[in-house]
């Protein structure tokens, strides 16, 4: 098979029938770096949750799964020409968009009523571009206008429709299980006939923020399902890595890779409600 792209995660593949082979490896990524070493079955484990996810939300998108690969990590799919524009929705401000709330008032162009804080609920779900930086960069939060100049009107409109229902669909079968989406990051592409549909994971802990709901309290930063060990511990006298110096991280210690998989497998079984079995 034909290597076609890696990305900080995924690996694809041409199969001789003309689609794709993407597979999930383990690696992690805090704060556009590459860390090591990776987190044992994280690949799998976000790879099963896209695949659950992408059947929850199937009636709104269609995704480009064509079947399940031979491991767990990987899934054969179809070859988008992706949009150039992360297609991102919040419910509850954290992050870049509370950053740039506090310099202006608006995420992505969108104005925002004053007095939130870290975590607070947005009256309702917005949409909230970026670029897609290249490896190593970060991606810039860009207006509705400009993913009009980017894509047409035309696409805008639906890029920001599916984005929103499937933030919608998705916060709400979480909250079920006791977890809020605070945002998610979607990636959509035209297929060979031209229809939008939806690529690469969808509402996996990399691709959204996931919060216990127990614990959500605005005001502070929340407890997360995801690679926050590994963040908070990057951040902390600790590790001895300075964010701002531009050297590479220190390796993770093995109890923070450990503590991170608990979280992507804790998050796998509340959302599924199914035990991970790789
Ligand atoms: P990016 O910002 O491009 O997502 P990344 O480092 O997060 O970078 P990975 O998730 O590691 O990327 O790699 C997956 C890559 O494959 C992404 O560039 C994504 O756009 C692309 N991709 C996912 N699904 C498809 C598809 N069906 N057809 C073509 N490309 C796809
Ligand atoms: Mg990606």
Known sequence: MKHVHSGKVRDLYETEDGLLL????????????????????????LTQ?????????????????VAKGDEARSVVCRPLTMVQVECVARGYLTGGGLAEYREGGTVSGV???EGLEDGSRLPEPIFTPSTKAPLGQHDEPISYDQVVAEVGAEAAAELRRITLAVYTRG?????????????????????????????????????SRFWPADGWRPGRSQ????????????????????????????????????????????????????????
Do not use: C
């Open 22 to 45: 993407m597979v999930a490896s383990d690696r992690v990524s805090a704060f556009d770096h590459v860390l090591e070493p990776g987190i044992p079955d994280k690949g799998a484990i």
């Open 111 to 113: 104005r925002l009523p």
């Open 171 to 207: 916060a709400e079968i979480a909250r079920e299980r006791g977890i809020i989406v605070a945002d998610t990051k979607i990636e959509l592409g035209w297929d060979s006939d031209g229809a939008l549909t939806l690529g690469d994971e969808v509402l996996t802990p990399d691709s």
């Open 223 to 278: 407890p997360s399902f995801d690679k926050q060990f590994v963040r908070d511990w990057l951040l902390s006298p600790e590790s001895g890595w300075d964010k701002t110096s531009g050297n590479p991280p220190p390796r993770l210690p093995d109890p923070i890779v450990e503590r991170t998989r608990e979280r992507y497998l804790e998050a796998y079984e509340r959302i599924t409600g199914a035990p991970f079995s790789g």
């Open 49 to 65: 949750m896209s695949l659950w996810w992408f059947d929850q939300l199937k009636d709104i998108v269609p995704n480009h799964i």
